[in-house]
Every structure is written in structure tokens, then in C-alpha cells.
């Protein structure tokens, strides 16, 4: 990781955040306790039941998704996204993702110096970068009180399924983000007095996994589109180009996948892999290697406030073709892929029949891999 990438994706993100409103300079940032082993903005309204019940009298807990994946699809949206609930009430978020996700309460100011620093320098290894502790690991307590404190989750939802939940204790319009995902994950919470009307816990939650039900059926059709579209054309001397996805990006999330997963090649072929618009990813051929190498190194909080990751410099960093060429035996990887990374697209022609597998070694949980299988010209 190149420290000019580093500038240029905490520029990206920062720009993101400065589109963020907090509810207001005074207002609260709330935080809470975690379950488990450890630990982008197109807004799109939330559909209301046509009958609702209200909640009963006394606090309540209200249930949020926060990012939920089921195999390559990985929904990175808040669920509902706007939600409405009294004092002394609280929240519970579920999430679970291929790459986790933070619920953080902040001031725009917070949260910008935040993003100043998203990727550091890793403090063990300075070849690799980290993500900042600030928004990796817990931080706050686990009631909202209106003082307008830092809190957040740090990352939870990976690899298991992880619960975090808040307390709100003082009236008032509260925004939050996942830092993870910035550019569309982002949430509300509207505070009322003790007594008044609001949805109950049950129909918040209804509608929340109606909105889970709508954007994994818009990346589905996202991926049977892009599996329909013509990537294979001829080249120069009878050869043919072939065009690999590496990942798409949907208004509410992504699909972890190489699109298509096998191809059926000619020696003489070239493979152009082209990443998608808004993910880091990468191309990893392990060779004859027992495993490809990590994508993460994972660091525990020694104060016990969750875990770290690190982009590892094993998979980071590109391998090229050797000059002799290449063959099913030959470890090769694109490096990081994506707009801050050093390359969004990766050439290779195959002159070697045989079988080629691939994985990206960022998206494991996604199982994102695939095949290129080349036959004799």
C-alpha cells in the first residue's frame, strides 16, 4: 500500500462525510456492548406496513439489521433505515458481512478527523496498511445521553454474526454511519418522549427484513445481468480477449463475485479482469502454493475492544508474469484492486494449457473464486 493511496482514499471518504449531517453539534454519539467472538449514500425510503402497531408503554428494544450477506451478496444498508423510538428505549443491530461493519455516532468534525487517518501505517509492519483504531475498535459507552460524545462499534459482523445495542436517554434527531461502507450506509434515529406513539419492535423489524427481501432480489438481478452480458470477442490473429468482473456494485451493496466464475479458453487468449466501481478486491492464481496467501492480518484490541485488520502485503502486493511465462504451477496476483489501489484492471494472456484457479483473497467468506481453463490451440 502506497502511501499516496492512502491520501487519496481518505480524501474520498472524507468528501463522503462531509455530506454527512449530524442532527446537531450538541447532539449525543451513543455506544454499546457488542456479542460474539470479537466485534454507501443512496437513501431509498422505507416502506411502511399497511397496518401498525404501537409499541406498549415502558422501554422497549428495537431491532435493526445492520449489513447482513448470504453468500456473494452482501447487502450494506441499514434495515430500516430511519428508525423512530422513545426514551430509555434502545437498539439492537444484527450484522453480518463479508467485510464487516461499524454503527458509529459522531459529529461531522469527529468524524473528519477520522477519515483523515482511514488507512494508517501498520505499527507492525509499516509495509501494510491498517485501518484507523478509532473507528476498528469499540469506543463510548453504551448509553445515549445528548452530550454529543464519539461512539461506535468498531468492526462486528465478521466472521459470525454479531449483536450490538444502545440506550437513548435524551430526545432528538440522531445520525449515524457505518465507516466500513460510508458512501450508503447510513442510519437515523428519531427519539420521542416516553410516552409517545411509535411503531412497535415488531413492526420495525418486519420492516427491516422486507427491506433485506428487496435489495437481495436488486443484486440478484444485478448478477443475472451481468452473467447475460457478451465478454468474449476476437482479438489479433485469431486470438480472443475475455472479460472477467471482479465484483458489482448495486445502490445497496455489492456481489462478491467474478462474473463469469469459468472460462474456456484457447491458448493464446487474454484475460483483461476489470474491477468493479467502488470495492477493493484483488486476483490471486496460489499456484502450486498449498494456499493463496491472506488477505487480512487480524489484530485484537488488547483493551478488549475488538478487532483490527490489516491489508496484507502478501496479497497487496502485485506478482507478475516471470519473463518465461507462465503456467498452472505459477503463483501470480493482480496486487489490490480498486480506485485508490495501484491498478482497477489486470491483463494476462495464457499460452500454457491447463487449469487455472483463482481466488480473491480479500472476499474468503464470499468464497470469491474462479476458474480459467486452457485448451490447446
Known amino acids: 500500500m502506497r502511501i499516496t493511496a492512502r491520501l487519496l482514499l481518505a480524501a474520498v471518504v472524507a468528501l463522503s462525510v462531509a455530506a454527512y449531517a449530524c442532527d446537531d453539534d450538541d447532539a449525543p454519539a451513543p455506544q454499546a456492548t457488542a456479542t460474539g467472538a470479537a466485534p454507501y449514500a443512496a437513501t431509498t425510503a422505507t416502506a411502511a406496513p399497511a397496518a401498525v402497531a404501537t409499541a406498549a408503554p415502558g422501554p422497549a428494544t428495537f431491532r435493526v439489521i445492520g449489513g447482513k450477506a448470504e453468500g456473494a451478496i452482501d447487502v450494506e444498508m441499514f434495515m430500516p433505515q430511519d428508525v423512530r423510538i422513545r426514551e430509555g428505549d434502545s437498539i439492537e443491530w444484527t450484522a453480518s458481512g463479508i467485510e464487516g461493519?461499524?454503527?458509529?455516532?459522531?459529529?461531522?468534525?469527529?468524524?473528519?478527523?477520522?477519515?483523515?487517518?482511514?488507512?494508517?501505517?501498520?505499527?507492525?509492519?509499516?509495509?501494510?496498511?491498517?485501518?484507523?483504531?478509532?473507528?476498528?475498535?469499540?469506543?463510548?459507552?453504551?448509553?445515549?445521553?445528548?452530550?454529543?460524545?464519539?461512539?461506535?462499534?468498531?468492526?462486528?459482523g465478521i466472521p459470525v454474526e454479531q449483536t450490538y445495542t444502545l440506550t437513548f436517554t435524551k430526545r432528538g434527531l440522531y445520525e449515524?454511519?457505518?465507516?466500513?461502507?460510508?458512501?450508503?450506509?447510513?442510519?437515523?434515529?428519531?427519539?420521542?418522549?416516553?410516552?409517545?406513539?411509535?411503531?412497535?419492535?415488531?413492526?420495525?423489524?418486519?420492516?427491516g427484513a422486507a427491506d433485506f427481501a428487496r435489495y437481495k432480489a436488486v443484486a440478484e438481478a444485478e448478477l443475472a445481468s451481468a452473467k447475460a452480458v457478451q465478454r468474449t470477442h476476437p482479438a489479433v490473429g485469431g486470438a480472443r480477449v475475455h472479460r472477467v468482473a471482479v465484483g458489482l456494485t448495486t445502490n445497496f451493496g455489492q456481489v462478491a463475485a467474478f462474473v463469469p466464475p469459468e472460462l474456456n479458453i484457447t491458448a493464446g487468449d487474454t484475460v483483461i479482469f476489470e474491477n468493479d466501481d467502488r470495492n477493493f478486491h484483488n486476483v490471486v492464481f496460489k499456484g502450486s502454493r498449498p494456499e493463496p496467501p491472506p488477505g487480512y492480518t487480524v489484530y485484537a484490541d488488547p483493551g478488549g475492544g475488538g478487532i483490527n485488520v490489516a491489508m496484507d502485503k502478501a496479497s497487496a502486493r502485485p506478482a507478475a508474469p516471470p519473463p518465461g511465462g507462465f503456467d498452472p504451477a505459477t503463483f501470480l496476483s493482480s496486487g489490490s484492486m480498486g480506485i485508490t489501489m495501484p491498478r482497477i484492471v489486470w491483463r494476462l494472456t495464457f499460452t500454457t494449457p491447463g487449469r487455472y484457479a483463482y481466488t480473491c483473497t480479500l472476499h474468503v467468506f464470499a468464497g470469491m473464486g474462479g476458474v480459467i481453463n486452457v485448451a490447446a490451440r
Do not use: K, W
Open 101 to 156: 461493519h461499524t454503527v458509529t455516532f459522531g459529529t461531522e468534525p469527529q468524524l473528519q478527523a477520522i477519515m483523515a487517518e482511514y488507512l494508517q501505517p501498520d505499527p507492525q509492519d509499516p509495509e501494510q496498511a491498517v485501518f484507523n483504531p478509532e473507528f476498528a475498535y469499540r469506543r463510548g459507552g453504551n448509553i445515549v445521553a445528548g452530550d454529543g460524545a464519539y461512539v461506535n462499534s468498531g468492526f462486528f
Open 176 to 207: 449515524y454511519l457505518c465507516v466500513v461502507h460510508p458512501f450508503m450506509m447510513r442510519g437515523s434515529v428519531a427519539v420521542e418522549a416516553p410516552d409517545a406513539a411509535v411503531d412497535s419492535p415488531e413492526d420495525v423489524a418486519s420492516r
